[in-house]
């Protein structure tokens, strides 16, 4: 056995320790939430024009406009490594293809009130929100 054969060993240096705990199963839980409604809102918002999600920085107190497949990848880093890396933002982004959060899931909720409504007496149920469960 060699020095190389283990990743960890000296060679490689230490675990970093600044790593981000691990989150919580209510943390992981609330991001497959989020990664579930986000592909509900992809689907109902892409083929209107829009582009993604704007979303407010604590960092730099900006707005920050992340396409779909950004969000989507920074929902599934956050599951896998308990934090986000930074990424570049879309070069000028026109704020008119991006939608607050907020916005998405209004609109996702008039969908299914609307789809409900249309319903047949007796079917409800079919167009709940996620997180009404």
């Known amino acids: ?16 320790p600044g790593g981000q705990p691990p989150l919580t199963m209510e943390e992981r839980a609330g991001v497959l939430d989020d990664l579930a409604e986000l592909e509900v809102f992809r689907t109902l918002l892409e083929p209107t ?12 107190d900006e707005e920050h406009h992340v396409d779909w497949a950004l969000m989507q990848a ?4 956050l599951l896998d490594e308990g934090q986000t890396g930074r990424h570049e933002p879309p070069f000028d982004p026109n704020p008119d293809d991006y939608v607050s959060w907020d916005y998405a899931s209004g609109y996702a909720d008039g969908v299914a009130a609307t789809a409900e409504h249309e319903e047949p007496t007796g079917q409800q149920g079919a167009g709940r929100h996620a997180r009404d469960d």
């Open 1 to 16: 056995m060699t020095p190389f054969d283990d990743a960890s060993g000296p060679d490689f240096g230490p675990p970093d």
């Open 49 to 60: 024009g829009i582009k993604g999600i704007v979303v407010d920085c604590p960092d730099c």
């Open 74 to 77: 920074n929902l599934r880093q």
